[in-house]
């Protein structure tokens, strides 16, 4: 079978040793040969010195999920060989550090060894143990290069734009990386049946994470205030908001910042601040994960029912409680649609990438601030931390934002008397004014029940007049909500209905699949409350799997709650122990669900 | 815009009649004291925070600001309730208990050119909202906060609060144990740029203590002691009328002196002193107890302390920092409102983007 092109690696380390640029640098390279690469960071919730992989696939195909399946293993982690030998695929490759010997209980018999003493060569090359520690990861990085035939020209290149006039750094970086090229070279037959050849398939593509999308989301979209409290794995997304704030939101002239940054105290305060500078006419949004949703949901309801926008990106981990802050999931969905106590329906959305996660997170303040509403963004720690190959980002220069309905002071002035909650477009939206306009826009905005004139209220008809309304507005935002993806097969009988970042992996196993004989129609969700078309998806089929990565199927339990379809309609498939959605599960779990039906 | 009109109403809340009866006084922008009002108290009669209420109007009104260029905001409670009696021109903004601090912290971020007041309760500055509280204090959000504090929660009958001293007693003659949080001590110990405290039957005090607040540039702490007189007002309470007359000892009276009037009023000169504000207003502080220092911290800390310990609860402009940078200045943000931005400054645009992708290939 020709591998070239297409098999995955993993690489174990320890934390804090400066595995990580050695990692960025393989896949900067496998990725400026023009070949598809995605790469996995299946990091512990520690600074240093716990277990820590990097998982990276090559295909040509550019099928982007993780596999479970590693052609190599590059096993520098003595701590976590016996996992680590256990996990090479039969006839692969293991690659560690001869400098000491191998016990030989790790011997497999069907794995080939490749000793590179890693160690004992940069400790005679390299002076300082910081240095040696260091140079030992880009020396894998050399060895990797011989034996996957990746471009020694690219990597040198590499090292010259990251290291620039550091001329002292960038040598010991090149010395470390032909240490390690010139070794494996002459030791071992290079390249391995699984290496590299190039190909022109990313030069309209880029590497990122959706944390630095969505922060760029947020930038386009005009968003000034941002408020949140630090938690893996969103923070990188306010890291990567305030590093564009720094260098687009200056004014040219006097250096004073266009942006409000505000690390709060806790997630309970990010996001009121957040409901209060949309109320006083901001865009502003927050970051945060799972535990920080369960903090803010009070004050989401407040949001609901006093009609506030707020943005809030849940990019979602492991839970309950503190779960696994490293490990990925799509365990909020049920908590994001109906966050707070009493009635409440959010709008949500579901980005399958990063370049979906920019997109969503830009269109998210229009919707919040049309439908004056709180709006999740979903991603996860997958989406959200990890570098997906995605096409480039492209804006459309004639957009403007959607504001929504906010009274002028011009329009005020002409108005007898204006009243906050009143529906006088019978459109379920009611006209808002912010803060300073004018005399005549006050109003007071309140949690505790008011009626259609903005005032207090115990009345029954009052109160429900109003909660009703908002029920018909966000019912209504569905038929501009982003549509489902879909994409039809003639004649299917069966469906696979997934959310998010499992889009990946159920494109691959449609494929997969379809090549055995098993057709399947697919449809993936980008958006809460669902539009007609989701259900109909499921009418439509004998059988539909609900792909998604938590234990309590919370997608089908959504849509059973939403659309009423009876549960047989739609098999549960899911995967939730932590990694990325691959391929293999949603095969799996279709063909046990199929072979039982056989 | 003719769809606003009232179909059908059925009151649950109180306006107060638009009546305004020539004669009235104006002041510097032609409002009268009415245009500074709001709808009709329903809190029990004789409360204290009906009066601090009429204080905030007589104080905005004699500072001539524009009532729909203030925003009011308040968390849950009795005392959270009154931003709807005053300054119905302002938009007002009832959030949820405690979190009060929270809402006016972004809503300042996002605009500053407003003049931001916030209500709280002692239950909802001390206990639940006391993460928040102290936090605003740290941040130095540019805002009044007025602590209506009666010791007692009212709205949930008589329970008490985090403010109750010990030893005081309940309605029903139980009394509390526990040790009780001082507002400005913690304030002071926040690090607070702005700490008063003053006592909901005295106006005199209280007005200009309100106008120094508004004028000050950071966060502007005023306790204001506010009996109950539903759930305590008894004997045996602390937060009493009768009690908070007794022992409220005034140590520093504070004058307010707008922007470029002159300083005329008379006063022996040892024991005053001019204290500018951000918007050239003055605060005269006349010191009433000979040994104390408002611009002291620690002495101020001490001295509310010392007199704690004899049962005094010592009134008046506390503490004022002279070098108070609020938040917006601390961040380094634009002295307009961010709201006001136009979009063309906000959005990089397309080219920007695909040449900024660099970095991501």
Redesign the interface.
């Known amino acids: 079978m020709d591998r070239v092109n297409d098999f995955a690696f993993k690489i174990a380390t320890a934390n804090g040793t400066g595995s990580a640029s050695a990692n960025g640098l393989l896949m900067?390279a496998i990725?400026?040969m023009g070949v598809p690469v995605t790469g996995k960071n299946v990091f512990p919730s520690n600074i240093q010195g716990l277990p820590t992989w990097y998982e990276i696939r090559v295909n040509k195909d550019g099928y982007t999920a993780r596999t479970p399946h590693f052609d190599l293993m590059v096993a520098l982690n003595a701590a976590t060989y016996d996992k680590d030998v256990a996990e090479v695929g039969s006839g692969g490759w293991l690659l560690y550090d001869s400098s000491w010997p191998l016990d030989e209980r790790l011997k497999r018999p069907d794995v080939t060894y490749l000793g590179v003493p890693l160690a004992e060569m940069c400790n005679a090359t390299f002076k300082g143990v910081r240095e040696r520690i260091l140079m030992k990861n880009i020396a894998y990085v050399g060895a990797l290069a011989a034996l996957m035939k990746i471009d020694e020209d690219v990597i040198r290149a590499l090292l010259k734009e990251k290291f620039g006039k550091k001329q002292a750094l960038m040598e010991s970086n090149q010395k470390a990386v032909d240490l390690g090229y010139q070794y494996a070279a002459k030791t071992f037959s290079c390249p391995l049946p699984i290496h590299l050849e190039p190909l022109d398939k990313t030069k309209d593509a880029?590497?990122?994470d959706g944390n630095?999308s969505a922060a760029?989301g947020c930038?386009?979209?005009?968003a000034?205030?941002a408020?949140w409290y630090p938690i893996t794995p969103s923070t990188s997304l306010m890291d990567a908001f305030r590093g564009f704030c720094m260098k687009?939101?200056q004014?040219p002239e006097?250096?004073?910042?266009?942006?409000?940054?505000?690390q709060?105290?806790?997630e309970?305060?990010?996001?009121?601040?957040?409901?209060?500078?949309?109320?006083?006419?901001?865009r502003?949004f927050t970051s945060t994960s799972g535990p920080g949703i369960s903090l803010m949901s009070?004050?989401i309801g407040?949001a609901y029912y006093?009609e506030v926008p707020a943005v809030i990106f849940d990019v979602q981990r492991t839970g309950p409680s503190t779960g696994m802050p490293t490990r990925t999931q799509q365990g909020d969905l049920m908590t994001a649609a109906y966050a707070s106590h009493g009635d409440t329906r959010h709008i949500c959305l579901y980005p399958a990438d990063p370049r979906e996660a920019f997109e969503l997170a830009a269109k998210a303040f229009d919707f919040a601030e049309r439908f004056q509403t709180p709006v999740f963004v979903l991603s996860d720690l997958d989406i959200g931390m990890n570098d997906w190959m995605v096409p480039?980002?492209?804006?459309?220069?004639s957009?403007?934002?959607d504001r929504g309905k906010v009274?002028t002071a011009e329009?005020l002035e002409?108005?007898?008397?204006?009243?906050r909650y009143?529906d006088?477009?019978g459109d379920g939206i009611a006209y808002r004014?912010?803060?300073?306009?004018?005399?005549?826009?006050?109003?007071?905005?309140?949690?505790?029940g008011h009626?259609k004139?903005g005032?207090?209220?115990?009345?029954a008809?009052?109160y429900t007049e109003v909660v009703d309304r908002i029920d018909r507005k966000i019912q209504r935002a569905t038929k501009v909500l982003p549509a489902p993806i879909v994409r039809q097969v003639p004649g299917a009988k069966l469906g696979i209905l997934t959310i998010g970042g499992c889009h990946a992996a159920c494109n691959e196993a449609l494929d997969l699949l379809a090549k055995e004989g098993i057709a399947l129609d697919y449809m993936r969700v980008r958006s809460f409350p669902f539009g007609d078309d989701v259900a109909k998806f499921v009418e439509s089929h004998d059988l539909t799997f609900v792909v998604e990565q938590n234990r309590d199927a919370q997608l089908r339990s959504l849509l059973q709650l939403e659309t009423g379809l009876p549960i047989d309609k739609m098999e549960s498939v899911r995967y939730y122990g932590g990694f990325p959605m691959s391929a293999h599960y949603v095969i799996s779990g279709i063909k046990a669900r199929l072979d039982k039906a056989a | 815009m003719s769809g606003f009109s009232r179909t059908k109403t059925i009151m649950t809340y109180i306006p107060k009649p638009a009546v305004v009866y020539p004669g009235l006084e104006r002041n510097e922008i032609g409002l009268t004291r009415r245009d500074y009002e709001g709808s009709m108290t329903t809190l029990c009669a004789g409360c204290g925070h009906d009066s601090i209420t009429a204080a905030i109007v007589q104080a905005f009104w004699e500072l001539s600001i524009p009532p729909h260029r203030v925003a009011k905001l308040s968390g849950i409670g009795c005392s959270s309730k009154t931003p709807a009696y005053f300054l119905k021109q302002a938009h007002g903004f009832n959030g949820v208990h405690g979190r009060m601090p929270a809402l006016v912290t972004g809503a300042n971020a996002a605009n500053s050119e407003l003049t931001y007041i916030g209500v709280s309760g002692d239950g909802d500055s001390l206990s639940i909202g006391l993460g928040q509280l102290s936090h605003a204090i740290r941040r130095n959000v540019n805002l009044l906060y007025v602590l209506e504090n009666n010791g007692v929660y009212g709205l949930t009958k008589g329970q008490f609060s985090a403010s109750a001293d010990r030893g005081s007693l309940s309605k029903k003659g139980e009394a509390n144990t526990m040790e009780s949080i001082d507002g400005c001590l913690l304030a002071l110990t926040l690090g607070a740029t702005f700490v008063a405290r003053s006592f909901s039957g005295d106006k005199a005090q209280l007005v200009p203590i309100i106008k120094a607040g508004l004028a000050h540039s950071g966060f502007a702490f005023v306790d204001v002691i506010s009996p109950c007189v539903t759930f305590n007002d008894h004997e045996g309470s602390t937060k009493s009328y009768a009690y908070t007359r007794e022992h409220n000892v005034e140590i520093v009276h504070a004058d307010f002196v707008p922007p470029a009037a002159a300083i005329t009023t008379q006063y022996d000169p040892g024991s005053v002193r001019n204290v500018m504000m951000h918007d050239g207003s003055y605060v005269r502080l006349r010191k009433v107890a000979e040994d104390y220092d408002p611009s002291d911290r620690d002495r101020a800390y001490a001295h509310i302390r010392e007199r704690q310990k004899d049962g005094e609860v010592v009134t008046g402009l506390l503490y004022l920092s002279e070098d108070s940078k609020d938040m917006h200045e601390q961040s380094e943000t634009i002295p307009s409102s961010l709201v006001a931005l136009p979009f063309e400054q906000l959005c990089p645009g397309n080219n920007e983007l695909q040449r900024m992708q660099a970095r991501f290939r």
């Open positions: 900067q990725f400026r880029i590497l990122i630095t760029l930038l386009y979209a005009g000034t205030v408020a687009y939101r004014d006097t250096k004073k910042n266009r942006y409000a940054i505000l709060a105290e806790d309970l305060a990010a996001v009121g601040m957040v409901i209060g500078a949309g109320w006083a006419g901001a502003a009070e004050f407040l006093a480039k980002l492209t804006w459309d220069d957009y403007k934002p009274l329009q002409q108005v007898k008397t204006f009243y009143l006088v477009d004014t912010l803060p300073g306009t004018h005399p005549k826009g006050a109003f007071f905005a309140r949690g505790s009626n004139f005032g207090y209220t115990e009345d008809e009052e």
